[in-house]
């Protein structure tokens, strides 16, 4: 059975089972309906309550305007009249109190409202904190919170220029927030308000909300009204009826969808191990040794066809592919791009497999050094893929002549070549050092820079011994330089060698002198 089957089954009972169980009368046709319409009666309770809020406003800023006209008739500095008409205005009003002061600030009066009560009058600093920010209003009349001892107080204030330059310029109206003033907003507005601190309001904002978003789980909803500046400066909790609905996540019907959708998907999960994930734990271990032992040539196995299968087919040809890339690259890694001959790492790792296998036989190896003579000269006459040409040359010159399967001839700098052989007699090694340096010369290749000859040559240097204890081929390819560059000392175009550490080197002579011991090389 393919995986895109069992996963549509999977999906499709467990939705049957969880719309079957309950959710979708309940949580789609049931409750959104209830919620809605709790909503629209939530909603209608915020529209009261601010109606409520603007019509304490425009009674706060009717009474100030009031007061500023009774003040507007007396043209004189009748205080004691005004004072009478202001009580009387104050005694007939729903605040507490109002407040009246002259233009330079020398004369202040605060007359008791209806709803005055003596436990909670204004002291003198705070009646100078409220005509402070009355006077700090950018125009009137002008309505806003200002923080008493005995709590918030929403006031409302007008100015009156007298022209006479005397008597009351500002007047001030002043309800003091407190649970007798919520009182009367709740008998007003019809609800049941309740005053509430700022760390109350928090608390109440972040209760869970019922599924109309307004109220809370606990019926309740939070009522802030803004101060001028536009922040929160009071703020109350509304209770609410109870809700019709039941919007809790464990009630029975959930209960038993929940116990059901528990069941049907123990059994997805187990036929998910069984078809799926251990078969994927498998594949992820095998992966890892493959990637551990760098055993490309390994497979992934699964025995079915379906899409996991298919990715396993898809795996098994990726690895194909990177078991044929690594092969090339490392042949890459190890071969010089120019002459096609083993580069530095490749003389390396040879080198360093053949030198302790000589050491154990006792065989004697050479290593021999190879330089082509002026050749930074050669390339800024003649330009470097001219230079790139004389390389390929002379790397063809010591592959044909050092070709048996032991020798090793890398290409090891610019200009610079190594030869390393094994069990070569020591005449032996002379003479076909002494061959690849004539046959490079035998080119016939122009060199302006080479005035003693005219043509291309190169320099060598040959150093031979049996691997010991004593001798590393670290120490062997410092002597072998050392030869070289005696050779190019003392004139170029010719080789030299030694069979001791220090001293002892001694030029190549001509390769008609030497006999080549049993044949060829």
């Not at 003033?181 to 309001?201: M, P």
């Not at 000589?358 to 800024?380: G, M």
């Not at 046959?439 to 040959?462: C, F």
Request: one cysteine or more.
């Amino acid at each position: 059975m393919r995986l895109a089957w069992k996963a549509a089954a999977l999906i499709l009972i467990n939705v049957v089972i969880t719309f079957a169980a309950g959710l979708l009368a309940r949580n789609f046709i049931l409750n959104p309906e209830l919620a809605q319409v709790e909503r629209s009666n939530d909603e209608k309770v915020l529209r009261q309550l601010n109606l409520v809020q603007e019509l304490v406003v425009v009674n706060l800023i009717d009474s100030v305007n009031r007061a500023r006209q009774i003040a507007s008739g007396i043209r004189e500095d009748h205080w004691q009249q005004y004072s009478v008409a202001i009580s009387y205005l104050a005694a007939n009003s729903d605040y507490d109190f109002v407040i009246s002061t002259s233009r330079n600030g020398d004369f202040a009066q605060v007359r008791p409202g209806r709803s005055f009560s003596l436990g909670e009058a204004p002291s003198s600093k705070e009646v100078e904190q409220i005509i402070s920010r009355a006077r700090a209003a950018d125009s009137y009349p002008y309505v806003d919170f200002v923080a008493l001892d005995e709590g918030p107080a929403m006031i409302a204030a007008q100015q009156l220029l007298h022209p006479y330059g005397k008597g009351p310029e500002l007047f001030i109206v002043a309800n003091q927030i407190n649970n007798a003033f919520t009182q009367r907003l709740s008998a007003f507005a019809g609800v049941d308000l309740r005053l509430t601190s700022v760390k109350e309001h928090t608390l109440i904002q972040q209760e869970p909300r019922a599924l109309s978003g307004i109220r809370s789980e606990s019926n309740t909803m939070h009522w802030a009204v803004n101060d001028a500046r536009g922040m929160p400066a009071v703020t109350f909790s509304v209770d609410l009826p109870p809700r019709s609905y039941d919007d809790k996540i464990l009630t029975p019907t959930l209960a038993i969808a929940l116990l059901f959708t528990l069941l049907m998907w123990s059994g997805a999960i187990w036929l998910l191990y069984r078809t799926l994930i251990r078969p994927m734990n498998m594949a992820s271990h095998t992966l890892q040794q493959i990637m551990n032992d760098q055993d490309y040539v390994r497979r992934l196995e699964y025995a079915h066809k379906d899409e996991f299968g298919r990715l396993i087919h898809f795996f098994n040809r990726l690895l194909d592919m990177v078991d044929r890339h690594t092969s090339e690259l490392e042949t890459l890694s190890l071969t010089d791009p120019l002459t096609d001959l083993n580069n530095r790492r490749a003389f390396d790792i040879q080198s360093q497999r053949f030198w302790p296998l000589a050491e154990r036989a006792e065989t004697r190896v050479a290593l021999l050094a190879f330089d082509i003579d002026h050749f930074k000269s050669y390339n800024d006459t003649y330009g470097h893929p001219a230079g790139d040409k004389v390389i390929q040359a002379f790397a063809g010159v010591l592959a044909g002549i050092f070709k048996r399967a032991s020798d090793v001839v890398a290409r090891v700098g610019g200009e610079e070549f190594l030869v390393l052989t094994q069990d070569s007699p020591r005449g032996a090694c002379q003479v076909l050092a002494h061959r690849a340096l004539q046959e490079l010369r035998d080119l016939r290749i122009e060199h302006e820079g080479n005035p003693s000859q005219g043509v291309v040559t190169a320099s060598a240097g040959i150093f031979h011994c049996v691997p010991d204890a004593n001798l590393t081929l670290e120490m062997a390819l410092n002597r072998v330089d050392e030869v070289l560059y005696e050779a190019k000392q003392t004139g170029r175009n010719r080789a030299m060698h030694s069979d001791a550490l220090v001293d002892g080197v001694s030029p190549v002579v001509s390769a008609e002198v030497i006999k080549l011991p049993g044949g060829k090389h």
